[in-house]
C-alpha cells in the first residue's frame, strides 16, 4: 500500500454561493486551531488502495478487519475524544443501522507538510514546493470513500464513486498562496442521503505551523452510490437524520444539489445542438485561420500549419497506454476512482504543457461522472486533447478507453474528464477545430469555459492588461 497521505485546495469561501461549512466540532472549526488527528497510513475500508482516514468499530461504523489510525468526532457515543486517536482492529462486518447521524461519518486527518520532509517530497511537484494534484484528487476520493462507508458500511453492497463537482484551484487573495510549507487539514461526512446515493462533503483548512490558528481554505463534493455486490441493482443505505440546525441545513443543501445534478445531467451542454452564435463562432474562427495561413504562406513563404495565431487541434492530442493493476484497486476488485483521477489529471497536465510550451498551474477540474467501472487487467488508453484556449487559460479534455487486446475497434469510453490550466508566461496559441468531431469538443470546451468562473475570471484578468 502507497504509504502518503495529502491535502487539496480550492477558493470556496463559507456561506458564499450558498454553501455552508460542513458540520466540524466546534473546536475544530476554520480558523479556531482547534484539535487535530494524527498523520496515518491504513487500508482504505471500502474504496480506495491509499492511505486515509478510516472506520472505527466502537463508533457504530462498519469496520471489516483492518487496523486504523484516524479521528473521531467528538460527539460520537464511545468514540475518541476531542483530539484524541483512535486505534482498532475489527475481526467482523456488522451490518449498519437503519439510520445514521451525519457526526457518525466525520472523520478529519492532519498532513503536516511543514514539519514533515519525507511527506513532502512524496507531494512535492517536481523539486519545486508545488503540489502534485493528481496525487491530492487520489486521496480526496479515497478520504471521501472512507466517509461513505462509514455510514453505509460495507456488508452486502458494494460502494462507488459516481460523480464529482467541480473543483478550483483558484488562490483566494485573503489566504495567499498555498504550498508545502502548510499543514494540511481534510476534514468530511456524509451531508445527505437517498435511497442509495450520498453526498460527501470535504473541507480544507491550511496553517503555516503548529503554533498558528486553521485557515479555511475551500470545499470539494463527491456522490458516492451503493450498489448489490453483483453491480446490477441499487442498495440500501441509511437514512442521515440531522442532529443540529447546520446538519439540517447541510441535508436541505445537499438534497438541492441533488436536483441540479440531475438536471445537469438531462440538459448536459455535450446533448445541445450548436446555437447560431456558436455555428458562427466555429466558422469564423475556421474561416480566419484558413486565411492566416496562406497568407503566410504566400507572403513569408513558410508552411500553412506554421500559422503563429493558432494551432490545428489534432496536433495538440497526446496519448498513453497504461494497465490496470490489482494493486490500484478497491476492496470491491476494481480499479477505484481516485487512481482514475490522477492518471487523467497528470496526462491532462503533460497536454497542457506541450501546447503551451511550459508547465502550467491547475485552474479547475470540472464535474466528473464515472460511467464504467474499470475491472483489474484493464488496457486503459488515455487521449489528451486541448479543446479550447483563451488567454493563458488552457482546457484538456482526457478520453479514457478500455482496450481489448488483438481487438483495439471494441474500444470503449469508460471515463471523460476536463481541466483547465493557466500558462505562467501569459497567452497561448488558440486551436482551431478541422472536422465536425473536433468542433463539437472545441464548443464544449468553450461552454465549460463561459460556466466556469474560475477560468473566465483568469483569462479576462491576464487579458484585459493588454487590450
Known sequence: MRARVAGWFANSRPGSNGTVPLASPPASAPGTGGPTSASTTSTSTGHGSGPSAATTPDSGGAACAFDVTASSHPSNTGAASSGATA??????????????????????????????????????????????????????????????????GVRDRVLLT?????????????????????????????????????????????RESSQQDWTFIGLARFVLVARTPDRTAAADVPALVPQSA???????????????????????TARKPPTAEEVALVHDLIRNHHLARTLAAHHHHHSPR???????????????????????????????????????????????????????????????????????????????????????????????????PGAP?????????????????????????????????YLMGYRQHINDDTSRVVAEERVRPRL
Open 409 to 441: 475497434e471494441q474500444s470503449v469510453v469508460t471515463n471523460v474528464f476536463s481541466f483547465a490550466f493557466v500558462s505562467k508566461s501569459g497567452g497561448v496559441r488558440r486551436v482551431v477545430p478541422e472536422t465536425m468531431v473536433e468542433a463539437m469538443e
Open 306 to 404: 506554421d500559422s503563429p495565431d493558432a494551432v490545428p487541434m489534432a496536433r495538440t492530442v497526446l496519448q498513453s497506454s497504461v494497465l490496470m493493476h490489482s494493486q490500484d484497486r478497491n476492496a470491491f476488485d476494481v480499479i477505484f476512482g481516485g487512481h482514475l483521477l490522477r492518471l487523467a489529471y497528470e496526462h491532462a497536465f503533460a497536454t497542457a504543457a506541450l501546447h503551451a510550451g511550459e508547465y502550467c498551474d491547475p485552474l479547475s477540474m470540472d464535474d466528473v461522472a464515472f460511467l464504467l467501472p474499470v475491472p483489474i487487467g484493464t488496457l486503459l488508453r488515455l487521449t489528451g486533447q486541448v479543446v479550447y484556449v483563451e488567454g493563458p487559460v488552457v482546457r484538456v479534455h482526457v478520453h479514457a478507453t478500455k482496450l481489448e
Open 162 to 206: 459516481a460523480s464529482i463537482d467541480r473543483i478550483s484551484w483558484l488562490q483566494d487573495p485573503e489566504v495567499g498562496e498555498v504550498t508545502l510549507s502548510h499543514d494540511l487539514r481534510m476534514a468530511g461526512q456524509v451531508v445527505w442521503a437517498g435511497r442509495s446515493s450520498m453526498e460527501v462533503l470535504i473541507e480544507l483548512s491550511r
Open 87 to 152: 486505534n482498532a482492529t475489527a475481526t467482523s462486518c456488522a451490518p449498519p443501522p437503519a439510520s445514521r447521524a451525519p457526526a457518525d461519518s466525520w472523520l478529519e486527518m492532519l498532513f503536516p507538510f511543514s514539519s514533515n520532509a519525507v511527506l513532502r517530497e512524496q507531494y512535492q511537484r517536481f523539486m519545486s514546493n508545488s503540489m502534485r494534484y493528481g496525487l491530492l484528487l487520489e486521496d480526496l476520493d479515497t478520504l471521501a470513500g472512507d466517509i461513505a462507508a462509514r455510514h453505509a
Open 246 to 268: 447546520r446538519e439540517k441545513e447541510l441535508f436541505e443543501q445537499g438534497q438541492k444539489h441533488m436536483q441540479l445534478r440531475n438536471q445537469r445531467r438531462d440538459t448536459h
